[in-house]
């Protein structure tokens, strides 16, 4: 990495190097340069050459034989790039190297940077192994909720929650469930949706039914018949059926009653 003395990717001795002076009677030469800033030109010209290739190569290599790589490190024609190229090589400062030319004072300006560089994609890639064998669902300790579990059923509410806490408005009282689970009826255990079996309970309490002669209804009908088929009697009769007759209600229910 540069430091207090370097120019551009260079240690400022390079402005006392020969080889700088001589690229630069080269430039000069070919009219790539002024004769009275020339080595000033050199450094300029190295210094745009190393930042190029501290940004695409780790070992200063600028593939091929350079000039595209001066090109466009140096935004000029191709002709140009070709006279500085051929200026820096005849000097010394760009010499041949395995795959393209190497710019010279590269390892020891941008060492550094680049084995930081080197460590920090070892370390990247070592996270990404880590991580490749979680699950999705399981990052930055977060925890997914078990979604294998049965919902509740629309109107049920746990045992022994208040009416106010369930998740779905029940059409019956607290009262009336408990009343009816004495009698050994429970609407969740019942054929059928448990909100349409609620809504038929409270219709026929509305009607002057009893909570022991709906409780007897339901468990004298048949177990797959409807909510509708148990206590259609509260539509074919104006008398509600008599609480604690059970026999009376239940044959009621099965025949459909008498008018």
Known sequence: MPGREDFGIIRARLMGDPRAHDAGDRLVEAGLAEEDTAVVTVAG???LLGLYAAIN????????????AARAALSTSKSVARGVVDALTSSGLLRAADGGVYLAGFSDAYGPLIERRER???RKASVRGTSAGRPKDVRAHRTVPDRTE????????SAGHPEDVRGTRSHLSSSVRQE?????????DLNGSPVTWEKQIAAALKDGWSV?????AIKG????????EVLKSRKSTSTPPVPGKYDDVGSE???????
Do not use: N, Q, W
Not at 57 to 68: A, E, F, K, W
Not at 150 to 157: D, N, T
Not at 221 to 226: D, G, K, Q, R
């Open 45 to 47: 010209l190295v210094g």
């Open 57 to 68: 190569t780790d070992d200063g290599v600028l593939s091929g034989d350079g000039i595209s």
């Open 120 to 122: 920090d994609r070892k």
């Open 150 to 157: 049965p919902k509740e059923a629309p109107g049920e509410a």
């Open 180 to 188: 009816l689970g004495m009698h050994g009826v429970r609407v969740g």
């Open 212 to 216: 022991t002669g709906v409780a007897a």
């Open 221 to 228: 009908a048949p177990a797959l018949a409807s909510p509708f």
């Open 253 to 259: 229910v099965e025949t459909g009653g008498e008018s």
